[in-house]
């Protein structure tokens, strides 16, 4: 079998280790100049630089400078596409309700009405959306505050870096440190909000987030603000103030931390409460209350590495305004035989749910029709109808938008900046490239990839200027 670039469908049929050896590259992951864009395989291999078309019936056209011509991959065999730099969205209005399907996409939009048939919505990408009610799983309603005050990382501009401003490096997406070294931003943070992050990391380390600070290139115990100090096996907090000195709150077990090397963090903070909350992957390890009320006066967070020598990354930042009140990471669906309703007084309320619009919700509980009114609902959970199976698609990818949503369908056309499709779930779309961070391939198949990797590569190496 020939290696000339040429026959790409022949090369590219190499395992990509082999091609990037050809190429005279790292292997697992591999460096182009110019645009870097990353494409990565089912087999875990990677490939930096340009997508330059998407054709039904050549596949994924691939440009690298150090290539004499770019290659053809066939969708088969990919696992998802990282667009470096992809803009939010813009929204007509903002949106009051997050959308999940039983496929695995969610949009952020606006209900518009739901029966014991369809449910009707809009969102960003179209004004007027319909699906069939089977396709739903969940609709968590969203404060009128709500906002993504920032989604990232995708690129180190507009950060502040410490002393030594080697210390983080950013890279495919990921924030990356290996020394001692502070890497803060100003988000505005007013009210109560919710901080998301995946966090890799190899050996022992120690990680400080402080939160409402405005100290973000230094670590400064003048600062009034909150500090998670984040290890392998625990997390505590501290109270910092000045003039007052600092005073721990109190200390968390995370003993899955001791046999894993990635976990997602989720901190919530509740202004008017003075209450925190620290999730890992999903679950509750503490609620902290300052008895004294909330101290921070800052508006910015930051990342302090501590240590020389262990390999720390943060990716899937997601930094966003919040009620204080909603509960979107613990969906706390049901056993699937009862739709439900939750309330945010806590209650909840099963039955068979019978409709909804901007303004109620009706519900049969107990062989009565409840009328709930939606201002009381925090989130409604739906019954999941018994799996059919359906012939692969191979042309079948999930978009990833900057802004929050995730989307299906089977691309049908990529022409210029506009790719269009048919969602399984509500029929043709029409997406402007610009705001896709990543476009996954083979759902079933890399999903596990996507959930253990969603930036770069996974490998904690250090990166060389």
């Not at 809009?122 to 989604?151: D, K, M, Y």
């Not at 115990?221 to 392998?232: A, H, Q, V």
């Not at 000195?245 to 963090?265: F, W």
């Not at 300052?290 to 501590?306: E, H, I, K, P, Y």
Request: with cysteine.
């Amino acid at each position: 079998m020939s290696g000339n670039p040429s026959q790409p469908r022949r090369w590219f049929r190499r395992p990509l280790c082999v091609v990037a050896i050809m190429l005279g590259l790292v292997p697992g992951l591999v460096q182009a100049a110019g645009k870097d864009d990353l494409v990565r395989f089912l087999d875990g291999s990677m490939l930096h630089g340009e997508l330059q078309q998407v054709s039904l019936g050549d596949g994924v056209r691939w440009e690298r400078p150090d290539l004499a011509k770019p290659i053809d991959f066939r969708p088969d065999n990919l696992a998802w596409i990282r667009f470096e730099g992809a803009r939010p969205v813009k929204r007509p209005s903002e949106p009051t309700v997050h959308i999940r399907f039983h496929n695995g996409d969610e949009v952020l939009g606006n209900l518009i009405a739901l029966d014991e048939q369809r449910v009707q919505f809009s969102t960003w990408f179209n004004e007027q959306l319909s699906a069939p009610r089977g396709v739903l799983q969940s609709l968590a309603f969203l404060s009128p505050g709500f906002r993504i005050l920032f989604e990232g990382p995708t690129t180190i501009a507009g950060w502040k870096l410490g002393r030594d401003p080697k210390a983080w490096k950013y890279r495919d997406g990921v924030f990356i440190s290996e020394g001692v070294g502070v890497l803060g931003r100003d988000f505005g943070l007013k009210g109560s909000s919710r901080i998301e992050f995946d966090l890799q990391w190899n050996g022992t380390f120690s990680l400080i987030v402080p939160v409402y600070t405005s100290a973000l290139d230094r670590f400064d115990y003048r600062s009034n603000s909150y500090m998670f100090y984040i290890s392998r096996g625990y997390v505590s907090l501290q109270r910092v103030q000045n003039g007052t000195g600092v005073r721990n709150l109190g200390q968390g077990q995370i003993p899955e931390m001791q046999s894993k090397n990635r976990v997602q963090v989720e901190i919530r903070v509740n202004k008017p409460k003075a209450e925190m909350e620290l999730y890992i992957d999903r679950k509750l390890v503490r609620k902290w209350r300052d008895t004294n009320g909330f101290a921070a006066t800052g508006s910015g967070m930051a990342f302090f590495s501590q240590l020389n020598g262990p390999i720390v990354r943060v990716s899937n930042l997601r930094v966003s305004a919040w009620d204080g009140h909603s509960d979107p990471v613990q969906l706390a669906l049901n056993d699937g035989s009862e739709d439900m309703v939750f309330l945010k007084n806590r209650d909840e309320v099963p039955g068979k749910l019978k409709s909804m619009n901007d303004q109620t919700v009706v519900i049969n509980s107990l062989g009565a029709d409840l009328t709930i009114p939606l201002d009381r609902i925090t989130r409604v959970a739906l019954t999941k109808p018994e799996e059919k199976p359906e012939a692969k698609r191979p042309w079948e990818v999930r978009a990833h938008f900057a802004g929050g949503a995730a989307v299906s369908f089977d691309l049908q056309q990529w022409e210029g900046s506009t790719l269009t499709g048919r969602s399984r779930n509500f029929g043709p779309v029409t997406f402007d490239s610009q705001y896709i961070r990543r476009l996954q391939f083979n759902l079933g198949t890399s999903q596990k990839t996507s959930d253990t990797n969603t930036g770069g590569a996974d490998q904690l190496w250090p990166w060389d200027d």
